[in-house]
Each structure stands twice: as structure tokens, then as C-alpha cells.
């Protein structure tokens, strides 16, 4: 029996432009972030032959989620992954688990929330931002006042309430790219965070 031929392994159904290729703005940027974290995460690849998009895309997100008060990076983490997850979203699953992995100091959490956010224990604080996120992560239009001040009982402000929806609109939208894309996460993504650093 001959073998079989290779299947490619694309990262997106669209291609990738890799950082060189970039606008000098945006090559500084994806740089910065390939420093930090030692590779190039892919979605920055695969936008990068929409420059306009990923510039805004990039803006946004800094935005949302490196701004100074309300939701910790940890809880913000938290609201990525439980929108990622209600939305099947593998990329940001996995690229966002991690994050969250190490924001949390938590090598379970990502997982549990992704795949089961109703049963996983959380503080009351915690739950408050899950479940708020998964009302406008599934059926946004089902967002009633009684919502809101389940949160606010939990100890949330309406700044925090506010990132909540803007983080879980960002990455709806961000989930459906990825699905539009196909988008495949770095293999990198899969262990950070997992085991303590030796």
C-alpha cells in the first residue's frame, strides 16, 4: 500500500502574510507581541492581508482588554473564554485558555469554563461575569434588567458590567472570523500555562 500524500496543514483557508510583509506599524506591533510571547500568534498572520482590518482589530482589542481599572486581566480572560467557548470557537479557546491559564495562576479553569461554564464552581464574582457573558454571547436580545443586577449583586460596577458586553461583542465577532478562516491555533498555545515554570 503506498502512502498517502500530505495533507497541508494551513493555518488559515485564506492564507497567511507573515510580519515582514506587514506595513512598518504593524510589523513593530506583531513583533512586540512575537517578544513577548516567542511566536507569532496566528490570527495576526492570517488578518495581516487585510492590513486596515488588523489595524483596527489590534486598536480594539488593546482597547478592551490592556486598559488600566474595572475587570482584572484575569476576569477579562474569563469573559473571552466563555464567549469563545458558547461559540465553538477553537482558536480562541485555545489561544485565550492559555492567557487565562496564566492570568489566573488556574491550569484548569480555561478548560472547565469552556466546556462546561454552568457547572464549573467560581466565586459569586466570577459567576456573575460567565453568566453575563453567556446571556449576549448566545442570545444577546434576551438581555433583560434582571441581568444586570445579578451582576451588580455579585459586586460588579457598571464600568465592569460595560467591559463584560464590549469584550463578549469583540470576540463573537472575533469567533466568527475565526470560523470564516478556519483558523488553526498555534501549537504553542496548547501547553502554556499548564505546568509551573521549572
Known sequence: MSASPEIPDPVSRFGVV??????????RRVDAVAEKSGFVPNIFRALGHRPDELRAFMDYHDALMDTEGGLS????????????????CTYCVVAHGAVLRIRSKDPHLADLVATNPWAV??????????????VLAGDSAALVEDDLEAARAAGLDDEEIWQVGAITAFFAMSNRLAHLMALRP???????????RG
Open 18 to 27: 507573515e510580519p515582514e510583509a506587514l506595513p512598518e506599524d504593524l510589523r
Open 121 to 134: 464552581e467560581l466565586s459569586p464574582r466570577e459567576r456573575a461575569i460567565v453568566d453575563l457573558a453567556l
Open 186 to 196: 498555534n501549537p504553542e498555545f496548547h501547553l502554556m500555562g499548564r505546568l509551573p
Open 73 to 88: 486581566k484575569a476576569e477579562r480572560e474569563l469573559v473571552v473564554v466563555a464567549t469563545s467557548g458558547a461559540n465553538h
